[in-house]
């Protein structure tokens, strides 16, 4: 499991005075991109391989408020990934100072080919480098109707 640690600053809270919404989400985009550059996958190899992320879904559940005043933890697990990693699931789960769980997100998405602007498998040395990784023992090989599951798509789409 990945860990990244923020400060929680004044634009982080809400008028609420706690952590708010938009700020969960920003830090979790920052704990995904660490990851995916400390395993050697980030904005360098994005634009070498022309691809970059799509977020199909982030669905958080609330569990505490959270305060200014101390840092938050956030981590990452890699829940599930197609066999040829065009999607991918991540789950986030938000700590306190004191290791109390506050948080938790699950989080779909998709790599896009940016010349195309079509979904695209990762090259296979970067999918090597993701299948290299520690897995969770609930981790899914995904397949496109897992990534259905919340779909609401306008009549005007289909």
């Given amino acids: 499991m990945f860990l990244k640690e923020f400060e929680i600053r004044w634009n982080d809270v809400d008028a609420n005075r706690h952590l708010a919404n938009s700020a969960y989400i920003n830090f979790m985009s920052h704990t995904r991109m660490s990851f995916l550059t400390g ?4 904005h360098k190899q994005f634009v070498q ?9 982030e669905h958080i559940y609330y569990f505490k408020e959270v305060f200014p005043g101390k840092p938050i933890q956030v981590s990452l ?3 599930g990934l197609s066999e040829n990693g065009m999607f991918f699931e991540f789950h986030h789960n ?7 769980h506050v948080a938790h997100c699950e989080m779909m998405g998709a790599w ?6 079509s979904l ?9 480098i993701f ?19 919340f779909a609401k798509v306008p009549k005007d789409l289909n």
């Fill in 94 to 100: 938000f700590y306190d100072a004191n290791g109390k």
């Fill in 120 to 128: 695209t498998a990762l090259p296979e040395k970067i999918l090597d």
């Fill in 131 to 149: 299948n290299a990784q520690e897995k969770p023992s609930d981790y899914k090989v995904l397949t496109k109707a897992d990534t259905r599951r």
């Fill in 49 to 57: 391989y022309g691809i970059g992320p799509v977020v199909f879904h």
């Fill in 112 to 117: 896009i080919d940016m010349e195309k602007r």
């Fill in 77 to 79: 697990e890699l829940k």
């Fill in 39 to 42: 395993i050697g996958f980030g």
